[in-house]
């Protein structure tokens, strides 16, 4: 029924919603590339009470490539290694997924060898005040530095790396325990362009994220620290950001090559917030 999918802007930096599909059905080859370019050219796309088992939300995102297991298996739902579970609910005193994910600007798995094309982060359980997330447009990031910095950086690569998030933002969490020998050795340390042209619309996008992004390549931290630093504060500017508060049923997918995303920890945590997260398998960027 692709004449009664609509797809509406929410917000001048990037986002649209989308209405009029069921996501419980397995939508027509036209569908999926209505919502393909949709993506590419508002960097998120969010769907209202979506209400989907995960076997459902699994099958749906199977229609835009194939899904990555997260390389913490313990963060997987049981019998469902494709969806990542970000929670800080306990059961029997052991955490139900990921408490603290993304609590600071990345894109998922740019610390990949192929970072991951895009997320669906379905909403279980929130908080009625706080738990937001935040979406940074890296289009916009990217076209509003000056033209010698777009030059300079056009042909550079920088280094991202999982393990950066653990000696930084994870390394005073105790409920983040280290990442273990055989995740560090699972994620080596890798290269991506630092701009990047989006394979829908051409368009180029700021690549780099305080997430996982810790060099860049040929240079010493000394004169890549403040570059990149410069680069983190230009691309966050309060204009380039979309902040979505949940409803529980919400599903947002978003767009790994163009936008970062940062989950705010502004909530009471003795209250529940419960997501599931599939992520779709990405490109090599060189
Ligand atoms: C994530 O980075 O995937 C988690 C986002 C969130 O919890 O809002």
């Known amino acids: 029924m692709p004449d009664t999918m609509n797809i509406r802007r929410i917000s001048a930096a990037c986002g649209a919603e989308v209405s009029g599909i069921d996501l419980t059905r397995a939508p027509s080859p036209g569908q999926v590339d209505v919502l393909?370019?949709?993506?590419?050219?508002?960097?998120?796309?969010?769907?209202?009470?979506?209400?989907?088992?995960?076997?459902?939300?699994?099958?749906?995102?199977?229609?835009?490539?194939?899904?990555?297991?997260?390389?913490?298996?313990?963060?997987?739902?049981?019998?469902?290694p494709e969806i990542f579970v970000?929670?800080?609910?306990?059961?029997?005193?052991?955490?139900?997924?990921?408490?603290?994910?993304?609590?600071?600007?990345?894109?998922?798995?740019?610390?990949?060898?192929?970072?991951?094309?895009?997320?669906?982060?379905?909403?279980?359980?929130?908080?009625?005040i706080g738990g937001d997330t935040m979406f940074a447009n890296m289009f916009m990031a990217y076209e509003t530095l000056s033209e010698p910095m777009k030059r300079f950086?056009?042909?550079?690569?920088?280094?991202?790396?999982?393990?950066?998030?653990y000696d930084t933002y994870f390394a005073h969490l105790k409920e983040r325990p280290p990442l273990t020998a055989e995740a560090r050795a699972r994620t080596p340390p890798v290269e991506h362009p630092m701009v990047r042209a989006h394979p829908v619309t051409g368009r180029k996008a700021l690549y780099v994220n305080p997430g996982?992004?810790?060099?860049?390549?040929?240079?010493?931290?000394?004169?890549?620290?403040?570059?990149?630093?410069?680069?983190?504060?230009?691309?966050?500017?309060?204009?380039?950001?979309?902040?979505?508060?949940?409803?529980?049923?919400?599903?947002?997918?978003?767009?790994?090559?163009?936008?970062?995303h940062y989950a705010l920890a502004d909530y009471d945590f003795s209250v529940r917030r419960h997501m599931h997260r599939t992520t779709i398998a990405g490109e090599a960027t060189h």
């Not at 969010?46 to 313990?74: C, K, M, Y």
């Not at 240079?219 to 204009?239: G, K």
Request: glycine share 10%; net charge negative.
């Open 36 to 80: 393909q370019r949709a993506l590419g050219e508002n960097g998120i796309l969010l769907f209202r009470d979506v209400g989907l088992t995960p076997e459902q939300h699994i099958a749906f995102s199977r229609n835009f490539g194939p899904l990555e297991a997260h390389v913490i298996g313990d963060f997987a739902l049981p019998g469902h």
């Open 212 to 260: 996982f992004t810790k060099g860049i390549v040929g240079m010493p931290p000394e004169e890549s620290r403040p570059i990149l630093d410069l680069l983190f504060r230009h691309s966050v500017r309060p204009e380039f950001i979309y902040r979505h508060k949940w409803r529980v049923n919400d599903m947002i997918f978003w767009d790994n090559r163009s936008v970062t």
């Open 153 to 165: 950086i056009g042909g550079l690569s920088a280094v991202h790396d999982y393990s950066h998030a």
């Open 86 to 128: 970000v929670s800080n609910v306990k059961e029997d005193g052991k955490l139900k997924g990921a408490v603290y994910a993304g609590q600071y600007w990345h894109s998922d798995l740019s610390y990949m060898q192929k970072p991951s094309m895009g997320s669906l982060l379905l909403c279980h359980e929130m908080p009625e």
